[in-house]
T-cell receptor, first 116, second 118 residues
Framework: DTGVSQNPRHKITKRGQNVTFRCDPISEHNRLYWYRQTLGQGPEFLTYFQNEAQLEKSRLLSDRFSAERPKGSFSTLEIQRTEQGDSAMYLC??????????????FGEGSRLTVL | AQSVAQPEDQVNVAEGNPLTVKCTYSVSGNPYLFWYVQYPNRGLQFLLKYITGDNLVKGSYGFEAEFNKSQTSFHLKKPSALVSDSALYFCAVRDYGDSGAGSYQLTFGKGTKLSVIP
């Protein structure tokens, strides 16, 4: 499968613990995005990378959240000191940037976080 | 910032009947509009997009969407619904974010649950 891959698919953790999610984008895609989706809502933008550079972060991304894309390939999203409000589906998407790019994103199946 | 609104949380339609899922948008400049579909336990899948040109856009699985500039709408349509079309549908608009014109992030609506009844 050459689509966007996310791991783990489901994580259950206790409040206060740290969690990390991994995203492997489509191989030739140089842009990578993280979104968060809660029940009954559409995906909300968190952050994005072009190659290894993190170019934008949403105001939704508190200091407890950090994302990296060290070699411009896979990315990790870490949440420190999890809170119950962090329970959501975390979506990764990728795209290829060209001057003709129209913004179409390719999404993974998501990582569901449940904070007890 | 750009935004889209999906006024219906749920749409029910009988199999074989035409379906419409509504979306309105608010943008500065020319809109780049998208529809995505989310099946249970599956990732978001791209259906179609409007960039410029013909107001009727054709996409995957027999879906099409009509862009209407005067009504700022981008409704998703299909002439004959299938039970397998039952899913969550999201309208989205390309947004520029705080970093300027290059970020190409998508801003999504809340979604509309489509149920096709056999």
């Amino acid at each position: 499968d050459t689509g966007v891959s996310q791991n783990p698919r489901h994580k259950i953790t206790k409040r206060g613990q740290n969690v990390t999610f991994r995203c492997d984008p489509i191989s030739e895609h140089n842009r990578l995005y993280w979104y968060r989706q809660t029940l009954g809502q559409g995906p909300e933008f968190l952050t994005y990378f072009q190659n290894e550079a993190q170019l934008e972060k949403s105001r939704l991304l508190s200091d407890r959240f950090s994302a990296e894309r060290p070699k411009g390939s896979f990315s990790t999203l870490e949440i420190q000191r999890t809170e119950q409000g962090d329970s959501a589906m975390y979506l990764c998407a990728s795209s290829v940037y060209r001057t003709s790019n129209t913004g179409e994103l390719f999404f993974g199946e998501g990582s569901r976080l449940t904070v007890l | 910032a750009q935004s889209v609104a999906q006024p219906e949380d749920q749409v029910n339609v009988a199999e074989g009947n035409p379906l419409t899922v509504k979306c309105t948008y608010s943008v500065s400049g020319n809109p780049y509009l998208f529809w995505y579909v989310q099946y249970p336990n599956r990732g978001l899948q791209f259906l179609l997009k409007y960039i410029t040109g013909d107001n009727l856009v054709k996409g995957s699985y027999g879906f099409e969407a009509e862009f209407n500039k005067s009504q700022t709408s981008f409704h998703l349509k299909k002439p004959s619904a299938l039970v397998s079309d039952s899913a969550l549908y999201f309208c989205a608009v390309r947004d520029y974010g705080d970093s300027g014109a290059g970020s190409y992030q998508l801003t999504f609506g809340k979604g509309t649950k489509l149920s096709v009844i056999p």
